[in-house]
């Protein structure tokens, strides 16, 4: 087993994500690499110490893949075809994952996207806890080995990360409404304080903090968005559809006078904010259960994305060899109050579920 000291990852685009990887990783003993497509950003990295080459390393065990969206199928193409190694993983941080996936057969490949970001650019606005306490999805197939995507998991919770698994189909048609059109609202928002601000200098001086929260996300890079907008045009103009379904039927409301369904709608939405989750959870409130799995396709990505369409946060995901008859063991980590739960729906999709004493 490699030893923590010697564990080598490769970042292929060295931007405000990638950059912030390469720290990230760098903090907790990975010997990083890393190129990008700027030469003179790829110079700075390894200038500052936040990479220690540019070329990734054979024994190179992880990389990360981030590029804007059209870039990523290439790329992966390219160092899975130059690095061999089988015990290779391939993962990405592209905010559309359909086409991206169907497009990579090899294996070794596992997509990804962390919902983290910062109105900050390049490499410049990199941080090291980025991503301490974020959402990253996983989109693990019928191909995906085990301990390919036990390997990714197990790498993004020691950055503290929050790790789901879904279909990427499900990812591109949830995060429309999560990530894509709340970036377009903020945008459009800002788009028309502006042009009013252009007769109503004093506008801009009245924005206040909900404002101000609602338009930051606008200050992002623009650069990253179309090629993902338009990947995920199905997805996106159908969100953008139901949003102004609501609005609409807001604007009637108000123009109607009428408070009861106001004050309801606006209780709603204060009831669903608040139980957004973020809750963090201490060793001790955590489960195991053991899982055989065998070399029937798709296994993994069965059990992963049981637990995410039941709420359920694997924390720790393990996976044990050498078990005569089958390929090996999931080892899972669980909430305790959520572990029967999960057990049940697993059993019921025909798993051996064994609980582990905590």
């Known amino acids: 087993m490699t030893s923590p000291s010697s564990r080598h990852a490769h970042i292929v685009g060295l931007g405000l994500i990638g950059g912030s990887l390469a ?42 893949i981030a590029t804007p969206a059209r870039s990523v ?22 905010g559309v994952k359909t086409g991206i996936v169907g497009a990579i057969a090899d294996p070794r490949f596992v ?62 048609r949830l995060v429309a409404l999560a990530s894509h059109v709340p970036h377009l609202v903020a945008g459009a928002l800002m788009n028309q304080a502006s042009a009013v601000a252009e007769e ?32 995920n045009r199905d997805a996106v103009v159908g969100a953008l559809d139901a949003l102004l379904a609501r609005l609409g039927d807001l604007r ?4 109607r006078g009428d408070g009861d369904r106001l004050e309801d709608a606006l209780r709603r939405a204060a ?7 973020g809750r963090a959870v201490r060793a001790d409130q955590l489960a195991y259960l053991r899982v055989p799995v065998s070399d029937r396709p798709g296994e993994l990505a069965t059990i992963t994305m049981a637990a995410s369409e039941l709420g359920v946060n694997i924390y720790d ?31 019921r999709r025909g798993f051996a579920v064994g609980r582990e004493a905590s």
């Open 73 to 94: 199928v290439g790329a992966a193409r390219e160092i899975l075809g130059r690095l061999a190694s089988e015990a290779l993983v391939v993962t990405d941080v592209a």
């Open 252 to 255: 009637e409301t108000i123009e």
């Open 23 to 64: 720290l990230a990783l760098g903090e907790r003993g990975w010997i990083v690499t890393g190129d990008d497509r700027d030469a003179s950003t790829a110079d700075s990295a390894r200038s500052q110490g936040i990479v220690t080459g540019h070329e990734p390393v054979p024994e190179t065990e992880l990389v990360v």
């Open 200 to 231: 109503e200098v004093v506008l801009l001086q009245l924005a206040a903090g909900g404002f101000r929260d609602m338009t930051r996300i606008a200050a992002g890079d623009p650069g990253i968005w179309p090629d993902v907008l338009f990947e």
């Open 317 to 347: 995901i393990e996976i044990a060899h050498g078990i005569e008859g089958v390929r090996g063991t999931l080892l899972l980590a669980v909430e305790a109050d959520q572990v029967v739960l999960l057990a049940d729906d697993l059993a």
């Open 271 to 277: 009831v669903a904010r608040r139980h957004l989750p």
């Open 111 to 172: 997509g990804g996207h962390p919902m983290a970001g910062s109105e900050q650019r390049g490499l410049a606005g990199a941080r090291r806890d980025m991503f301490t306490g974020c959402t990253w999805v996983l989109t693990p197939t019928a191909v995906t080995p085990p301990e390919h995507y036990t390997r990714v998991h197990s790498v993004l919770r020691e950055l503290g990360v929050n790790v789901i698994a879904m279909a990427p189909d499900d990812h591109d």
